[in-house]
């Protein structure tokens, strides 16, 4: 994902020296469906420098609050596996109380529908939609 730079910038929310924040590319299993990166490469919190690990709480905090500003959502799920690329992508997932879909461990299964085709994916237009409003957010948010 790093390496295709038009196809990280279609889906960049807001970015600093060390953290990017990226709606899910398609097919997205929610709207709102967000990762926080690391902008170097690292494993996970393990791997943080000094200077990351100071941040990383309230960069995490500011991008959740983001997710729900925009998304309207109940609340924000926060996971990270570091399985699928070995690199510290962390998931915030909104959390909607009136889809079942998004709630607890429900959420990985309606990832893996997606992913295979079994479920659509949230359509294109709405996640352009919420990229275009998290973007205009996002400076609020991270108080630049």
Not at 1 to 7: A, D, E, I, P, R
Not at 79 to 98: C, V
Not at 111 to 125: H, I, L, Q, T
């Amino acid at each position: 994902m790093h390496q295709n730079l038009s196809h990280l910038a279609e889906h960049e929310l807001w970015r600093s020296e060390r953290w990017l924040l990226r709606h899910h590319p398609q097919p997205s299993p929610l709207m709102g469906w967000c990762l926080l990166d690391s902008r170097r490469h690292l494993g996970g919190p393990i791997d943080f420098a000094p200077a990351e690990a100071r941040e990383w709480g309230l960069i995490v905090q500011q991008a959740a609050q983001l997710v729900k500003a925009v998304s309207d959502c109940d609340r924000v799920y926060a996971i990270a596996f570091g399985e699928g690329a070995r690199h510290l992508h962390l998931h915030l997932i909104p959390r909607h109380g009136d889809d079942d879909r998004s709630s607890a461990w429900s959420v990985a299964d309606l990832y893996r529908r997606v992913e295979a085709g079994a479920e659509p994916a949230a359509s294109a237009e709405r996640v352009q939609r919420f990229i275009a409003e998290a973007r205009a957010h996002a400076p609020a948010c991270f108080g630049a």
